[in-house]
């Protein structure tokens, strides 16, 4: 009985402090809604990490406001991402429930099923360390980036904090690293090949063609053609 009260209580004092984590970053989410593109989190690791090892490349990051974008940027991001991202609300239960089935039939986890909310959340506020508490902030913040911001306000955020390779944030930082011009110069095959990079942005992207990223790159590319 005892060591269960000290449970309870351990439980306890894990879920002030969880609300307390979250009600001091939902204070910065007034400032979200509007104004500059914030620094992420992640953006933040990186340049702590460059200053340990020069050998990394700098960061290059060069936010831009969604109405600068160009709408087959946006939509390829979509078709890659989270397609459903305008009619959920932070968790895709279909791609969720795809996830699992393919994870249950392979004996492995084959796929992720993470929305645009959830990156965004996780890139803005939390370290690119892998962990259960990690994805548990994830969780708590996802709800409350879309009770506090309007969907295109998350995407705008996400397109300019996504990581696209070593050190290159953002959809133009990643035209201009990749292509030399900047995003809304990019032919429809570029732009599939931008956002067939977000999976897996240090192993495949358009510099580094890893594993499956043509197969990938195609397949966006052909949805675009056929939605623009």
Request: no cysteine; net charge positive.
């Amino acid at each position: 009985m005892r060591a269960l009260g000290v449970m309870v209580r351990l439980v306890l004092a894990a879920v002030v402090i969880d609300a307390a984590f979250v009600y001091l970053l939902w204070n910065q989410y007034d400032d979200l809604d509007r104004g500059p593109i914030p620094v992420s989190e992640f953006m933040r690791s990186y340049v702590r990490a460059q200053g340990d090892d020069p050998a990394l490349p700098l960061l290059r990051w060069q936010p831009l406001p969604m109405e600068h974008m160009p709408p087959q940027v946006v939509q390829a991001v979509l078709i890659g991402e989270d397609d459903r991202f305008f009619s959920h609300s932070g968790f895709d239960l279909i791609e969720i429930r795809a996830a699992l089935t393919a994870s249950w039939e392979r004996r492995r986890l084959s796929r992720g099923a993470s929305t645009i909310s959830q990156q965004t959340a996780k890139n803005l506020f939390l370290s690119p360390e892998r962990s259960v508490l990690r994805k548990w902030h994830e969780l708590l913040l996802t709800v409350v980036l879309e009770t506090a911001l309007p969907k295109r306000r998350i995407l705008e955020i996400y397109l300019n904090v996504a990581e696209f390779g070593v050190g290159i944030y953002g959809v133009d930082a990643a035209a201009r690293t990749y292509w030399g011009q900047p995003v809304s110069t990019l032919s429809l095959r570029q732009v599939a090949e931008l956002a067939a990079s977000l999976p897996a942005p240090r192993a495949g992207n358009p510099a580094r063609r890893g594993e499956g990223f043509d197969v990938r790159s195609s397949r966006i590319y052909q949805r675009l053609r056929q939605r623009l």
